[in-house]
Every structure is written in structure tokens, then in C-alpha cells.
């Protein structure tokens, strides 16, 4: 509850300002500039690998149509379909996930929905989706920060899609420890379990679309679907605001 307070005081002392929200370009409220939807519409067309959609480092050139699957994707696989992002992890993107995550700038989270809707329409998704299912904080999390990010998006992205959003189908039931520093296994290890299916009905035979903020080893983005799958939804797509580069 306090936290809740203290966001929406965070909003009242740093509303959305006339300007683009990633450069600071002058803007109507809320709106993304030119300059940064075609930077966006860059990346969608950048070399990325065609399953995780991660995208290549910039300094390899090859031609888009010759782009070979990552190192994880041809050793591991994922549990999920595909996935894909709006960009890399990197300088502004990066702000701005960071302002809507952590600095209370909730408002940040419709433009940057309608930037990942946007990558839907590129057409690399082969299904329309029956649900969109955001990856839930645990009860914890929710609780100290007032609001879930992922959720946020979901909901923007659902309303412009016309797809119905669930938030109850799929609940965190235990926080895991920070990820950072650990390898795949251990990664897989911290966030088995965490996951849970609390309405199986819901899920049973649809095509799900994940929403999560950022995509950086797929250790999340994995155990969502390996829970998701274990109840029966029929495939799982990930897309998420930023993504990881690979060589
Ligand atoms: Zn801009
Ligand atoms: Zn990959």
C-alpha cells in the first residue's frame, strides 16, 4: 500500500513530459518521435536469431535472410515456440525500462506496449494468440513494488491487439534469487518451482503469448512455458521490450 503511495507520488513529482520518452525529442505526451520508431523498426530488421530472436552484435554482417540460429538455440533449444523483442538492452531502452520498472513512471508502459505490439505485426509470429499471459511477480515482490511491470504491458499490448490478457492463470509462488553471475544450470535450478498454474482450465490447448520486460538468458521466459506447457496450453511465444545480443 505504501509503495503504491509512493508511485503514484512518483508520478505526480515526474509526469509524462512533452517529449519522446526513449530521446527527450520534442513530442506530444506520451508519444515515441520519428527518429526512434524507425531506430525501432531497425532492429526488426537487423540480423536476430530467427528462434530466441536475440539479436547479432552489430559488428557481423550477414545478410538478414542468412542469419544462423544462436549458440543456446542450436545446443539447448527452448521450451517455448519463439521469441522476440523490440531492441537490445541498451542505452535508452534500457532508461526506459529501468524508469518504468523501478523509478514509478508507470505511464511509460503504453508507448512502449505499442512498440511491441508493433513487432507482432512484422509477421515472424506464425499464430494469433488465444491469451496473453504476462510472467507474474510473487506475492512478496508485488506487494514492495506496488505494481507489475510485465502486467503493465500485457494490458496495453492486449488492448491494442483485442486479445484477452490473464493474470490468474499463472502465479510466481516462490521468489527466486537474483539471477546474475549464475550459469544455465544453476540459473534453471534457482527458478524451478517457482512457477505455478493456479487455473489449468485456462490454459489448456491455447496459444499463449508471454509478455516479460526483458529477455537476457531465457531462464524465466523458460520456466513460464515449461509450466505453461506442463498444463497443456498447445504453444507459447515470448515477446519482451529489450533482448540480449549474441555473436
Ligand atoms: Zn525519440
Ligand atoms: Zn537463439
Redesign the pocket.
Known amino acids: 500500500m505504501l509503495s503504491k503511495l509512493f508511485d503514484g507520488l512518483l508520478d505526480l513529482f515526474f509526469p509524462p513530459r512533452p517529449e ?6 520534442s ?1 506530444k505526451v506520451g508519444v ?6 524507425l531506430r525501432f523498426r531497425e532492429y526488426r530488421m537487423a540480423p536476430h536469431c530467427p528462434r530466441c530472436g536475440r539479436i547479432m552484435r552489430p559488428e557481423i554482417a550477414i545478410p538478414s535472410d542468412m542469419v544462423p540460429l544462436c549458440r543456446e538455440c542450436r545446443v539447448h533449444g527452448w521450451p517455448f515456440d519463439l521469441a522476440r523483442a523490440l531492441g537490445p538492452y541498451e542505452d ?1 531502452l534500457k532508461q526506459v525500462i529501468h524508469r518504468l520498472k523501478y523509478g514509478g513512471s508507470r505511464w511509460l508502459a503504453r508507448p512502449v506496449a505499442s512498440l511491441m505490439a508493433e513487432v507482432l505485426e512484422f509477421g515472424e509470429m506464425p499464430v494469433m494468440f488465444d491469451l496473453i499471459v504476462p510472467v507474474p511477480l510473487s506475492r512478496d515482490k508485488l506487494r514492495h513494488r506496488g505494481f507489475n511491470q510485465s502486467a503493465l504491458l500485457a494490458k496495453e499490448i492486449g488492448t491494442v491487439l483485442g486479445i484477452p490478457v490473464d493474470e490468474r492463470s499463472l502465479i510466481k509462488v516462490l521468489e527466486t534469487p537474483a539471477q546474475t553471475g549464475l550459469n544455465r544450470t544453476a540459473r534453471q535450478l534457482n527458478l524451478r518451482g517457482a512457477f505455478q498454474v493456479a487455473n489449468r482450465s485456462g490454459i489448456y490447448s491455447k496459444d499463449i503469448l508471454i509478455i516479460d520486460d526483458v529477455f537476457t538468458t531465457g531462464s524465466t521466459m523458460s520456466a513460464v512455458a515449461t509450466t505453461l506447457k506442463q498444463s497443456g496450453a498447445k504453444q507459447v511465444f515470448g515477446l519482451t521490450a529489450a533482448t540480449g545480443r549474441y555473436v
Open positions: 519522446c520518452p526513449f530521446c527527450g525529442a513530442s515515441v518521435c520519428a527518429n526512434c520508431r535508452n
